[in-house]
Antibody, heavy 117, light 108 residues
Framework: EVQLVESGGGLVQPGRSLRLSCAVS????????MYWVRQAPGKGLEWVSS?????GNIIYADSVRGRFTISRDNALYLQMNSLRPEDTALYYC?????????????WGQGTLVTVSS | EIVLTQSPGTLSLSPGERATLSCRAS???????LAWYQQKPGQAPRLLIY???NRATGIPDRFSGSGSGTDFTLTISRLEPEDFAVYYC?????????FGPGTKVDIK
């Protein structure tokens, strides 16, 4: 069974950093592209970043480019720097259907990031 | 950026009724790159439909997807109590990947 478990969320002051992790099991991690998606309280889904199976292809939403860094090494990570109040959201990791860009086949339960002074 | 517009914003229906949800793209999207997700309160999204018309594993056949180009539709043939939720369309054909704002299907 595919499992994705996010961690690392919490309350952080504006301008500070946070690193999210997504532990995976039930599939061969190195074979699949992975994704981060966020959802602000009471709002819709917003794609944040994608990383291909071998980290050779990485893309970001304009809203986080230059501040967030996605990476993978037996788990999926999202390094978030220069955090802003508008980054407050539930952050989900998701597993793609294949090694390249594809739909989001499995989702974790999310980790909540709150940016506030 | 491809903007996805979903209509209606809210659909109020009774169990047993048919639900028709629309997703319109600002530019043409290849059918392969269009997916639908369901999200219930307090839960993560769940993949319903991929490649515009293919049901994901375990999805009942009352859910169906159709469309091409800029116009896509999710149909629920007969609403069951567990189907009342928010539905999002998504495209991943070009970056940035985008989601529609969602359609909430609630109980009339």
């Amino acid at each position: 069974e595919v499992q994705l478990v996010e961690s690392g969320g919490g309350l952080v002051q504006p301008g500070r950093s946070l690193r999210l992790s997504c532990a995976v099991s039930g599939f061969t991690f190195d074979d699949y592209a992975m994704y981060w998606v966020r959802q602000a309280p009471g709002k819709g889904l917003e794609w944040v970043s994608s990383i291909s199976w071998n980290s050779g292809n990485i893309i970001y939403a304009d809203s986080v480019r230059g501040r967030f860094t996605i990476s993978r090494d037996n788990a999926l990570y999202l390094q978030m720097n220069s955090l802003r109040p508008e980054d407050t959201a539930l952050y989900y990791c998701a597993k793609g259907r294949s090694s390249g860009w594809n739909y989001f086949e499995h989702w974790g339960q999310g980790t909540l990031v709150t940016v506030s002074s | 950026e491809i903007v996805l517009t979903q209509s209606p914003g809210t659909l109020s229906l009774s169990p047993g009724e048919r639900a028709t949800l629309s997703c319109r793209a600002s530019q043409s999207v290849g059918s392969f790159y269009l997916a639908w997700y369901q999200q219930k309160p307090g839960q993560a999204p769940r993949l319903l439909i991929y490649a515009a018309s293919n049901r994901a594993t375990g999805i009942p056949d009352r859910f169906s997807g159709s469309g091409s180009g800029t116009d896509f539709t999710l149909t629920i043939s007969r609403l069951e109590p567990e189907d009342f939720a928010v539905y999002y369309c998504q495209q991943f054909g070009s970056s940035p990947f985008t989601f529609g704002p969602g359609t909430k299907v609630d109980i009339k």
